[in-house]
């Protein structure tokens, strides 16, 4: 099974259709292709900072030890430890760059491939749309000798992550 994490773009779009084609999958975990080409990787992303930051590293590294006998062989290792570490990594900062560009966390979609994925994803998501969206409620003030309110049962299609209900 693959995980994804599943990033909105947080706009007044009543429009369902032009919502769901900004929605943005990001793969948990390991990225091979960040490993074996990083920078094409974050230009193909779009990830100015990331990058920059990446080619700072890097240089950074040639210019801190490239000179003398061992110098190439110690950048050699160190900029493969680096990219290592930057493959690891490299869909969690995918995922911090949506969220800097106004994307919010819409939740988690799994399954054997990305269709489905998306697709048990949007399933859940389009409930969701039709749901009015409903405002904080104010404060309830409660006087001497009333009950409270009781809290709102669950509805049959309320999603339970893990041991916990969604909230």
Request: no cysteine; aromatic share 14%.
């Amino acid at each position: 099974m693959t995980v994804y994490s599943v990033y909105e773009p947080v706009s007044d779009d009543d429009d369902i259709a032009a919502r769901a084609d900004r929605v943005a999958f990001v793969k948990d975990g390991f990225s091979w292709l960040a490993l074996i080409v990083p920078a094409l990787w974050l230009l193909y992303h779009r990830m100015w900072i990331e990058f920059i930051v990446f080619m700072a590293i890097i240089f950074g590294l040639e210019w801190a030890f490239g000179a003398g006998r061992q110098g190439p062989e110690i950048v050699g290792w160190l900029s493969l430890a680096v990219t290592v570490l930057f493959a690891f990594e490299a869909n969690d900062l995918r995922g911090a760059m949506l969220e800097r560009r106004g994307y919010r966390f819409a939740g988690v979609a799994t399954g054997r491939s990305r269709q489905e994925a998306e697709r048990s994803f949007f399933t859940r998501w389009l409930r969701q749309q039709d749901r009015p969206r409903y405002a904080v409620p104010p404060p309830q003030q409660i006087t001497p000798g009333t009950k409270p309110a009781a809290p709102p049962r669950r509805r049959d299609g309320d999603d339970v992550i893990g041991l916990f209900p969604q909230g």
